[in-house]
């Protein structure tokens, strides 16, 4: 089934990546986001969650049930405002530590804008460093998310600095020392800019992410040819690879005959089977997505990550992401 999906205007998209250490709160907050945004009602989240931890962002339902290997972990949130605008964030996972071969690079090329979550009492962890520095060089600004403020032993001040330390360190330009703190009980559903001002929803975090968070720059592209590089590869066993990747130029449709661009420069033309699209913890099959989006091609095989997916007419390939070499490895 095809899902009629609107084309959402880059102007309405925000693509922000979560980085974090594990056990800060990602996976509570995401749930908390999808709930609030009322995508899904409580019982599907709790269904979907199986009780198994940190599983949520992971793929859909079917997939988890036959044990395939889900890689990407995007999700899809629609938000409106209160004055009744919409907007689509992808929520982009980024790995808990430091890689090899550029997938932190990749990933973190598909964003405007990072959500750097901290734990209230434990505060930034090393292992984020690298996930961290990366962004910013990626001129990515943090919006600073300091969660578990409801901990009896939370110490939000103190989560700050160390923030604020950490990216002296990564010598972050003044604008990112500026940074904007959301306090936030991921588990409890909600989120403050002030301590004192108590709430119980986590409205703050989404006002700041599209407030903050600027919108694709290549959302003004939609009307050029396509382009689009292939960030992550999932594998699903009834379509084979899986494609993902954030639209560059553009749009992508269904049945549409594309030609693919290796490294090496050499193009060989494929039609693309389907386009699917990330909505809530799914993905869904649309007719088309455009520049700025994010979205998972089927049907393009043989195909590898880096690849770039053009207009069978005008096929320009978009320059490889370098590979990363990281000083600073998995603790
Ligand atoms: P992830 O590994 O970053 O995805 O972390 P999870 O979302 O799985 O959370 C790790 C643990 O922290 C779980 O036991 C959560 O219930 C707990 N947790 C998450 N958010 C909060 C919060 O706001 N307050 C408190 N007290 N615990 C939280």
């Not at 250490?21 to 509570?28: E, F, L, R, Y």
């Not at 090899?100 to 009492?121: H, I, K, N, P």
Request: hydrophobic fraction near 40%.
């Amino acid at each position: 089934m095809t899902v009629t999906r609107n084309i959402v205007d880059a102007a309405h998209l925000r693509n922000v990546a979560i980085i974090a250490h594990v056990d800060h709160g990602k996976t509570t907050l995401v749930d908390q986001m999808l709930y609030q945004s009322g995508l899904y009602r409580e019982e599907e989240l709790t269904k979907l969650a199986g009780g198994q931890h940190g599983l949520i962002l992971d793929s859909n339902d079917l997939e988890r049930e036959r044990g395939i290997t889900i890689t990407s972990k995007n999700c899809a949130v629609t938000y409106t405002t209160p004055d009744g605008e919409a907007y689509r964030i992808n929520l982009i996972d980024t790995p808990g530590h430091a890689d090899f071969g550029g997938e932190v690079e990749r990933v973190l090329g598909m964003a405007s804008g990072t959500l750097l979550l901290v734990d209230a009492y434990e505060g930034p962890m090393p292992q984020t460093r690298f996930v961290l520095q990366k962004s910013l060089e990626r001129g990515l600004k943090p919006i600073v998310v300091v969660n578990k403020v409801d901990r009896p032993d939370a110490r939000p001040q103190a989560a700050v600095d160390e923030v604020f330390d950490l990216l002296v360190d990564l010598d972050a330009p003044d604008d990112v020392l500026d940074f904007q703190v959301i306090y936030a009980s991921a588990r409890e559903g909600w989120a403050t800019l002030n301590l004192d001002e108590p709430n119980d929803n986590l409205q703050p975090l989404f006002d700041q992410i599209i407030g903050q968070v600027p919108p694709p720059h290549d959302g003004s592209r939609m009307d050029d040819p396509l382009q689009l590089q292939v960030t992550t590869l999932d594998y699903s066993d009834y379509v084979g690879r899986v494609a993902i990747g954030r639209v560059h130029a553009g749009v992508v449709r269904r049945r549409q005959k594309v030609q693919v661009i290796d490294p090496s420069g050499s193009s060989s033309s494929r039609q693309i089977s389907q386009v699917l699209a990330f909505e809530g913890l799914d993905r869904v099959e649309v007719e088309e997505v455009a520049a700025g989006d994010l979205c998972a091609l089927v049907g393009l095989e043989p195909i590898e990550i880096g690849y770039t997916v053009t207009d069978a007419d005008s096929p320009v390939a978009l320059p490889s992401t370098p590979i990363d070499e990281p000083t600073l490895h998995m603790v």
